[in-house]
């Protein structure tokens, strides 16, 4: 069983940056990635990074500003936010997949085994 805990989240001003984690126990997954959920709309693919070889893939909407990354002896996944806009708040989720696909496929949700809670990110304008 995996359990995923994910801390960061916060409220910050536009233009601002923050830094999610996820802290992931039991044995590495293939991939791990994030997700956020706005309120009223369905759960988005934020960025995705495999455990062993560290290769990225990112929503177009993040591309440039986030930064995903993983910490092995740490069994922990970041996702580093920059230049924050009001339309990035969202609850924002990690999850772990044993979904053996190319990292450009791990964008569906239901690719994804284990979920988090999530951490709410609240950007003002």
């Known amino acids: 069983q995996v359990q995923l805990v994910e801390s960061g989240g916060g409220l910050v001003q536009a233009g601002a940056s923050l830094r999610l984690s996820c802290a992931a126990s039991g044995r590495s997954r293939y991939a791990m990635g994030w997700f956020r959920q706005a309120p009223g709309k369905e759960r988005e693919f934020v960025a995705v990074i495999t455990w062993s070889g560290g290769n990225t893939y990112y929503a177009d909407s993040v591309t440039g500003r986030f930064t995903i990354s993983r910490d092995n002896a740490k069994n922990t996944v970041y996702l580093q936010m920059d230049s924050l806009k009001p339309e990035d708040t969202a609850v924002y989720h990690c999850?772990?997949?044993?979904?053996?696909?190319?990292?450009?496929?791990?964008?569906?949700?239901?690719?994804?085994?284990?979920w988090g809670q999530g951490t709410q990110v609240t950007v003002s304008s």
């Open positions: 999850a772990a997949s044993d979904t053996y696909l190319p990292i450009a496929r791990m964008h569906r949700t239901y690719d994804y085994n284990y």
